[in-house]
């Protein structure tokens, strides 16, 4: 790993008229890193990743690629790559004309451009369709033009902007792992904006999670989904998400108590002011379904939904939680389930801030 | 895109270009007004130095303008009325279908936009002649202009239908209406503000016809006020006070309208119309 | 009753309606087309004006129009008027569209308030043009003069050398707007996200104006090009208020000159023939905008 990182953004501030769309953005980026950006629209992602191209202009901070200032610098000197949404192929050249165009525009002999097309063809797998014009290819074809575009110019970080959003969901799955090895393969620094929270967990190295504007949490992705510091990245990390329910610290300060009679309290894994306010938290995969006798609650099935590997199921009020399970079950809605969780998955969030505790 | 300009400064220099190119608007106005010596001054004056706004009145009598004005008025709404009523149908039929047939006869309808009045007035004259017709010579020249302004409403209005669901058209069929009651029920409703555009175009441009008014209304009282400037506007004339007082009261309901409804106009044109 | 039916439902209804439009434009616009062709082959004058069939001369009418001593002039300046009015209606119209196409408040409005010469009577616009371009006292003169690109006053309208620029520059205020407005259209029809790209790819204004906008605006030109060409032969208007083709025939193009040879000279022969001649062109014309029409996508 190289000392200097590719991407410094610092104290990154972007202003549209009186909107506050990105503040205090910090984020660095080390070369070889592949970096998600996720969060809910409008968070601020995709404006950051356009900012980051020189598409838009930042209010404030500083920015640098490759360790060179990149302040006022517009998007044609900054060597940066992007794929967009919408492939923004040019629909009036061939396939090979639309790799080649970066080239042409810098002069470079017709060998060199040969060499280049037939090298990225090879990589991307468009060998037999460089002379098609984008409106004869298929929404895949298109997608790996637009990044064998990307890649012939050998930038200094590649941009995403969701590019698999367009695409049906086998093909999405399918495309997540070529665009992973293909960063691999090339030893590239990418940034990837998407809304799909399952895209950035299986993509990334380190995922920045986004909302309103400013960076909630940033980490491995598994680090944020074992420790999520906010109740915010908890909600959005994880499919299905997780159960939230109001509570209040027991008497002990090691457990936590809800506002039923008729549902047990559950432990906790450490200590806490009694009485204080909290938001629990629970992953359905975590929670343990047994007979109806037992230590845990007793709650009843509300809706059994299986599909055929795993099923979800949904309890009824009071206390609705939905619940993953593997294999089949032989509940049927209004049975009686004693479910249970382990201390260590419980996550607590303070009821005013919504941070971890 | 990052610009350095401030929208600012690109709105004051299209406010400059668009009063450069309405200027001639400006001066028909500042002419009408002002007094006959000052037309000539040299260098001539941009603002009247004594406005005579009777001049209006002037020329509102002398010239006969209520005639011409009505006749006007009477042409337009002959060629809208005819326009409307054969154009509208005709248009949504070719909306409708995507075949052979109706790339023919769209060929065949621009085809006839394309010719110009000019060519078409002499074989209309002696034509119009033979049949008697112009003994009617309003008449004639509604006809005329009709099928002149046909062919431009037809293709804007298609684009209009175009824009309009099939889906609604069909579920009212399945729902039991016929397909005349389906159009004038459903499918018209929608259409009528591309319509209503189209046909004030169409108004605003028959309002203007000279060609074929000048070559077949001979009779004074039935001329409208395109032919009645022609009288006394010529290469030659010197009477500007008159042409243009004239003009300017000729040319304001029209502008009136235009300005009112201009948004309409220009988003009806420019939302796929012109294709 | 089965009749009926099918006029309320189903193809019947369609082709009342349409071939309701197609009749009567086939009565008014297609007969007299095909009558102006029938009477540039015949010998028309006042004692035949009544009849349908007269005297066949063949193309007599055609080598006498031809052999007219203003023909070749009439040419000229239908030429000069074309080409002159096309190239300043379509570079100022695209420079204005290019420039309206930008982002900032009012553009749209403003853009608007061009469209005014397009619903002004061409009647109109000539008698104003007519006293801009006056020599003595025009207001053109003196914005030229005070701008020091000409020395003395220009006589537009009595100059035989000037005469045909100046209903040229009339017609180009008239057109500019149309132009715009299609141009406009076409320019609206490009992805944003291309121009970026292209920023991105390393190209900067010109280049991509050069290597995006103008390839993918071909259509659109095409059909702006084909339409203007159509649209000046047709201009009529503008000739009786400016210069009624004078002085001499300086300034007479062949739509205004066949008019003339009918309605004034009672010629009614040579000025179907002249028309047919205008019609071939047109003809042309419009065999070039449909074909780049071709290209558009329907509904």
Same mark, same amino acid.
């Given at each position: 790993?190289?000392?200097?990182p590719?991407?410094?953004?610092?104290?990154?501030?972007?202003?549209?008229g009186?909107?506050?769309?990105l503040?205090?953005?910090?984020?660095?980026?080390?070369?070889g890193?592949?970096?998600?950006?996720v969060g809910?629209?409008?968070?601020?992602k995709?404006?950051?990743?356009?900012?980051?191209a020189?598409?838009?202009?930042i209010?404030?901070?500083?920015m640098?690629?490759?360790?060179?200032l990149m302040?006022?610098v517009?998007?044609?000197?900054?060597?940066?790559?992007?794929?967009?949404?919408?492939?923004?192929?040019?629909?009036?050249?061939?396939?090979?004309?639309?790799?080649?165009?970066?080239?042409?525009?810098?002069?470079?002999?017709?060998?060199?451009?040969?060499r280049?097309?037939? +090298?990225?063809?090879? $990589?991307?797998?468009?060998?037999?369709?460089?002379?098609?014009y984008?409106?004869?290819?298929?929404?895949?074809?298109?997608?790996?033009?637009?990044?064998?575009r990307?890649?012939?110019?050998?930038?200094?970080?590649?941009?995403?902007?969701?590019?698999?959003?367009?695409l049906d969901?086998?093909?999405?799955?399918?495309?997540?792992k070529?665009?992973?090895?293909?960063?691999?393969?090339?030893g590239?620094?990418?940034?990837y904006v998407?809304?799909?929270?399952i895209?950035?967990?299986?993509?990334?190295?380190?995922?920045?999670v986004?909302?309103?504007?400013?960076?909630?949490?940033?980490?491995?992705?598994?680090?944020?989904?074992?420790r999520?510091? $906010?109740?915010?990245?908890?909600?959005?990390?994880?499919?299905?998400?997780?159960?939230?329910?109001?509570?209040?610290i027991?008497?002990?300060?090691?457990?936590?108590v809800?506002d039923?009679?008729?549902?047990?309290?559950?432990p906790i894994?450490?200590?806490?002011?009694?009485g204080?306010e909290?938001?629990?938290?629970?992953?359905? +995969?975590h929670?343990?379904v047994?007979?109806?006798d037992?230590a845990?609650?007793?709650?009843?099935?509300?809706?059994?939904?299986?599909t055929?590997?795993l099923?979800?199921?949904?309890?009824?009020?009071?206390?609705?939680?939905?619940?993953?399970?593997?294999g089949?079950?032989?509940?049927?809605?209004g049975?009686?389930?004693q479910?249970?969780?382990?201390?260590?998955h419980?996550?607590?969030?303070?009821?005013e801030?919504e941070?971890?505790? | 895109?990052?610009?350095?300009?401030?929208?600012?400064?690109?709105?004051?220099?299209a406010?400059?270009?668009?009063a !450069?190119?309405?200027?001639?608007v400006?001066w028909?106005?500042?002419?009408?007004v002002?007094?006959?010596?000052?037309?000539?001054?040299?260098p001539?004056?941009f603002?009247?130095?004594?406005?005579?706004v009777?001049?209006?009145?002037d020329?509102w009598?002398r010239?006969?303008?209520?005639?011409y004005?009505?006749?006007?008025?009477?042409i337009?709404?002959?060629v809208?009325a005819?326009t409307?009523?054969?154009?509208t149908?005709?248009?949504?039929?070719?909306?409708?279908y995507?075949?052979?047939?109706?790339?023919i006869?769209?060929?065949?309808?621009?085809?006839?936009?394309?010719?110009?009045?000019?060519?078409?007035?002499?074989?209309?004259?002696?034509?119009?002649?033979?049949?008697?017709?112009?003994n009617?010579?309003r008449?004639?020249?509604?006809?005329?202009?009709?099928?002149?302004?046909?062919p431009?409403?037809?293709?804007l209005?298609r684009?209009?239908?175009?824009?309009?669901?099939?889906?609604?058209?069909?579920?009212?069929?399945?729902?039991?209406?016929?397909?005349?009651?389906?159009?004038?029920?459903?499918?018209?409703?929608l259409?009528?503000n591309?319509?209503?555009?189209?046909?004030?175009l169409?108004?605003m441009s028959?309002?203007?016809?000279?060609?074929?008014?000048k070559? !077949? !209304?001979q009779?004074?009282?039935l001329?409208?006020?395109?032919?009645?400037?022609?009288?006394?506007?010529?290469?030659?004339?010197?009477?500007w006070n008159?042409?243009?007082?004239y003009?300017?009261?000729?040319?304001?309901p029209?502008?009136?309208?235009f300005v009112?409804?201009?948004?309409?106009i220009?988003?009806?044109?420019?939302?796929g119309?012109?294709? | 009753?089965?009749f009926?039916?099918?006029?309320?439902?189903?193809?019947?209804?369609?082709?009342?309606?349409?071939?309701?439009?197609?009749?009567?434009?086939?009565a008014?616009?297609?007969?007299?087309?095909?009558?102006?062709?029938?009477?540039?082959?015949q010998q028309v004058?006042?004692?035949?004006?009544?009849?349908?069939?007269?005297p066949?001369?063949?193309?007599?009418?055609?080598?006498a129009v031809v052999r007219?001593p203003?023909?070749?002039l009439?040419?000229?300046?239908?030429?000069?008027?074309?080409f002159?009015?096309?190239t300043?209606?379509?570079?100022?119209?695209?420079?204005?569209a290019?420039?309206?196409?930008?982002?900032?408040?009012?553009a749209?409005?403003?853009?608007?308030l061009?469209?005014v010469?397009w619903?002004m009577?061409?009647?109109?616009?000539?008698?104003?043009?007519?006293?801009i371009?006056?020599?003595?006292?025009?207001?053109?003169?003196?914005?030229?003069?005070?701008?020091?690109?000409?020395?003395?006053?220009?006589?537009?309208k009595s100059?035989?050398?000037?005469?045909?620029?100046?209903?040229v520059?009339?017609?180009?205020?008239?057109?500019l707007?149309?132009?715009?407005l299609?141009?406009?259209?076409g320019?609206?029809?490009?992805p944003?996200?291309?121009?970026?790209a292209?920023?991105?790819?390393?190209?900067?204004?010109f280049?991509?104006?050069?290597?995006?906008?103008?390839?993918m605006?071909?259509?659109?030109?095409?059909a702006?090009?084909?339409l203007?060409?159509i649209g000046?032969l047709?201009?009529?208007?503008?000739?009786?208020?400016?210069?009624?083709?004078?002085?001499a025939?300086?300034?007479?193009?062949?739509?205004?000159?066949?008019?003339?040879?009918?309605?004034?000279?009672?010629d009614?022969?040579?000025?179907?023939?002249?028309?047919?001649?205008?019609?071939?062109?047109?003809?042309?014309?419009?065999?070039?905008?449909?074909?780049?029409?071709r290209?558009?996508v329907?509904?």
């Amino acid at each position: 790993m190289s000392a200097e990182p590719q991407i410094e953004l610092i104290g990154i501030d972007k202003y549209y008229g009186s909107f506050h769309a990105l503040k205090d953005i910090n984020l660095t980026i080390p070369k070889g890193q592949f970096v998600a950006l996720v969060g809910p629209s409008g968070c601020g992602k995709s404006t950051l990743l356009r900012s980051l191209a020189g598409l838009e202009n930042i209010s404030g901070g500083t920015m640098k690629i490759a360790g060179a200032l990149m302040n006022g610098v517009p998007p044609r000197k900054r060597d940066v790559a992007m794929v967009f949404q919408s492939y923004a192929l040019y629909p009036h050249m061939t396939v090979e004309q639309n790799l080649t165009y970066s080239l042409r525009l810098k002069g470079v002999p017709k060998e060199e451009m040969r060499r280049a097309t037939e +090298e990225v063809a090879r $990589t991307i797998g468009l060998d037999n369709l460089l002379h098609r014009y984008p409106r004869e290819l298929s929404g895949g074809q298109r997608q790996r033009v637009a990044m064998g575009r990307a890649i012939i110019r050998h930038p200094k970080a590649f941009l995403f902007d969701e590019p698999l959003s367009n695409l049906d969901a086998a093909l999405r799955v399918h495309m997540r792992k070529e665009i992973r090895a293909l960063h691999d393969r090339l030893g590239a620094t990418s940034v990837y904006v998407t809304h799909d929270q399952i895209e950035a967990m299986t993509m990334a190295d380190h995922v920045v999670v986004m909302r309103d504007g400013v960076i909630e949490q940033q980490g491995s992705p598994l680090d944020l989904y074992d420790r999520p510091a $906010t109740r915010f990245v908890a909600g959005f990390i994880g499919s299905p998400a997780m159960n939230f329910i109001p509570a209040r610290i027991g008497p002990d300060g090691a457990s936590t108590v809800f506002d039923r009679p008729d549902i047990r309290s559950l432990p906790i894994g450490k200590k806490l002011d009694p009485g204080r306010e909290v938001i629990v938290g629970l992953r359905p +995969e975590h929670i343990t379904v047994g007979a109806a006798d037992g230590a845990g609650m007793t709650l009843k099935v509300a809706v059994v939904e299986s599909t055929g590997s795993l099923t979800y199921l949904t309890t009824e009020e009071p206390l609705q939680l939905t619940i993953v399970m593997t294999g089949r079950t032989e509940l049927a809605p209004g049975d009686a389930v004693q479910v249970s969780v382990p201390s260590a998955h419980v996550h607590i969030f303070d009821a005013e801030t919504e941070r971890a505790l | 895109m990052t610009r350095t300009y401030t929208p600012w400064f690109l709105l004051a220099v299209a406010l400059g270009l668009a009063a !450069i190119y309405l200027f001639p608007v400006y001066w028909m106005y500042v002419t009408s007004v002002k007094s006959g010596s000052e037309i000539f001054s040299n260098p001539p004056t941009f603002w009247p130095a004594d406005p005579n706004v009777g001049v209006f009145g002037d020329v509102w009598a002398r010239r006969a303008m209520p005639t011409y004005l009505w006749n006007s008025v009477v042409i337009a709404g002959g060629v809208t009325a005819i326009t409307v009523v054969l154009g509208t149908g005709c248009a949504y039929v070719l909306a409708r279908y995507r075949n052979v047939w109706i790339d023919i006869g769209l060929f065949c309808v621009l085809m006839l936009q394309v010719l110009p009045a000019s060519v078409m007035v002499t074989p209309l004259f002696v034509g119009f002649n033979q049949i008697g017709l112009l003994n009617y010579p309003r008449t004639a020249v509604v006809l005329a202009a009709a099928a002149k302004a046909m062919p431009f409403f037809v293709v804007l209005v298609r684009a209009t239908f175009m824009s309009v669901p099939r889906e609604l058209e069909e579920s009212a069929l399945v729902d039991g209406n016929s397909r005349v009651g389906a159009f004038f029920s459903i499918v018209l409703p929608l259409a009528r503000n591309g319509i209503l555009v189209c046909a004030i175009l169409t108004f605003m441009s028959a309002f203007g016809e000279y060609i074929y008014s000048k070559s !077949i !209304i001979q009779s004074p009282v039935l001329q409208p006020a395109s032919v009645g400037l022609s009288g006394f506007l010529g290469p030659n004339s010197t009477d500007w006070n008159s042409i243009m007082a004239y003009s300017a009261i000729y040319v304001t309901p029209i502008l009136a309208i235009f300005v009112i409804l201009q948004r309409r106009i220009v988003a009806g044109l420019t939302s796929g119309a012109l294709k | 009753m089965r009749f009926l039916n099918a006029l309320r439902d189903g193809v019947g209804f369609d082709i009342l309606l349409v071939g309701a439009a197609l009749l009567f434009l086939v009565a008014l616009a297609g007969a007299p087309l095909v009558y102006n062709v029938l009477m540039s082959f015949q010998q028309v004058d006042m004692f035949t004006l009544g009849a349908l069939f007269r005297p066949f001369v063949g193309f007599d009418n055609y080598v006498a129009v031809v052999r007219q001593p203003e023909f070749w002039l009439v040419t000229r300046n239908t030429l000069i008027f074309v080409f002159g009015s096309m190239t300043g209606q379509f570079v100022l119209g695209f420079a204005l569209a290019l420039f309206f196409a930008q982002n900032f408040p009012g553009a749209a409005t403003i853009r608007g308030l061009f469209l005014v010469s397009w619903v002004m009577p061409g009647l109109v616009v000539g008698g104003i043009w007519s006293l801009i371009l006056a020599g003595d006292y025009g207001v053109l003169n003196v914005i030229l003069r005070s701008l020091g690109i000409i020395q003395a006053n220009v006589f537009w309208k009595s100059d035989p050398a000037f005469s045909i620029w100046a209903v040229v520059i009339a017609n180009i205020w008239l057109g500019l707007a149309f132009n715009m407005l299609l141009l406009s259209v076409g320019l609206a029809a490009i992805p944003r996200d291309l121009y970026e790209a292209a920023e991105l790819d390393g190209a900067n204004a010109f280049q991509r104006f050069w290597t995006i906008t103008l390839p993918m605006m071909r259509p659109t030109i095409g059909a702006v090009l084909s339409l203007g060409l159509i649209g000046t032969l047709q201009q009529f208007d503008l000739f009786p208020a400016l210069t009624e083709g004078g002085p001499a025939n300086t300034s007479n193009v062949a739509g205004f000159w066949s008019w003339q040879l009918s309605f004034q000279l009672y010629d009614f022969a040579k000025g179907a023939t002249v028309s047919v001649m205008m019609f071939l062109l047109v003809l042309f014309a419009s065999v070039i905008y449909v074909r780049s029409t071709r290209h558009e996508v329907r509904g």
